[in-house]
C-alpha cells in the first residue's frame, strides 16, 4: 500500500504559477511510475503529466512547455510545476502512483485559475 498527499493547490491569477506536491509513504519501493491528473466539474479524470521511475516524463498537449513533472526520491515526492496558467487548468488534481497492474490515488487539492 501507497499512501499519496498532495498539497500546493489555491486560487491564481490567469498567467501565474503554482507548485503541486506529491508526498508518498508506505510501499514506496514498488511504485513504477507517477502521474498527475485532473479533473473539472463535469468532466472525467484525466492524465496531464506521467513520470517514469528513470525520469521520463510525458505531457499532454495541452499543458506542453507550461508544466513540469520532477520527482525526488530522497524526499518521496513528486512535483508539477505550472506556469502560464490559464483558466481551463481550473480543475481538482490529483497525484497517482502505479504499482505494476495497481493504482493508488492522493485525495486531491483545487487548483482554481481566475482571469
Known amino acids: 500500500q501507497v499512501q499519496l498527499v498532495e498539497s500546493g493547490g489555491g486560487l491564481v491569477q490567469a498567467g501565474g504559477s503554482l507548485r503541486l506536491s506529491c508526498a508518498a509513504s508506505g510501499n514506496i519501493r514498488s511504485i513504477d511510475s507517477m502521474g498527475w491528473y485532473r479533473q473539472a466539474p463535469g468532466k472525467q479524470r484525466d492524465l496531464v503529466a506521467h513520470i517514469t521511475s528513470d525520469g521520463t516524463a510525458t505531457y499532454i498537449d495541452s499543458v506542453k512547455g507550461r508544466f513540469t513533472i520532477s520527482r525526488d526520491n530522497a524526499k518521496s515526492t513528486v512535483y508539477l510545476q505550472m506556469n502560464s496558467l490559464k483558466p481551463e487548468d481550473t480543475a481538482v488534481y490529483y497525484c497517482?502512483?502505479?504499482?505494476?497492474?495497481?493504482?493508488?490515488w492522493g485525495r486531491g487539492t483545487q487548483v482554481t485559475v481566475s482571469s
Open positions: 497517482k502512483a502505479t504499482l505494476g497492474v495497481f493504482g493508488s
